[in-house]
């Protein structure tokens, strides 16, 4: 009895690998996208401060910059008032519920620094400086 009983658990640790596989490969995608996101995430700060800077206001909607986001499955790109940038990640995408926020704050020189905040992120997938 004690081999069927080693048999056992080595069923149960071999029908387990292919689920910890899944869950690694997962969260290899949920990096991916977050970098892809995060990416796209600079070049659209980049577009509000072109923005800013030529019309002398802050956008409010994403059509007023030259740049968009990467397209991901189910990631939606955003601006609205202040030129806040929000990057949504819907249904479809590999962070269903998780957003980032990017917020842009002039100084009295005139240079623009961003505030990153989060939802529905787990921290070790928060963008470096992201709370």
Do not use: N
């Not at 290899?28 to 700060?45: D, F, M, P, T």
């Not at 019309?55 to 955003?78: A, H, M």
């Not at 620094?113 to 989060?118: E, L, P």
Request: hydrophobic share 40%; proline share 5%.
């Amino acid at each position: 009895m004690k081999g069927a009983k080693y048999a056992r658990s080595s069923l149960r640790v071999l029908a387990a690998a292919p689920m910890l596989v899944l869950l690694a490969c997962g969260g290899q995608q949920k990096a991916e996208h977050l970098k892809i996101a995060s990416e796209s995430a600079v070049r659209l700060q980049e577009g509000v401060v072109e923005f800013a800077t030529s019309q002398q206001r802050w956008p409010s909607r994403i059509e007023d910059l030259k740049v968009g986001g990467d397209q991901l499955p189910g990631v939606t790109y955003g601006v609205s008032d202040g030129g806040m940038i929000s990057i949504w990640f819907r249904e479809g995408s590999s962070l269903p519920g998780a957003v980032l926020r990017y917020t842009p704050r002039q100084d009295a020189s005139g240079a623009v620094s961003w505030t990153c905040t989060s939802e529905a992120l787990d921290s070790e997938l928060k963008p470096a400086g992201c709370v």
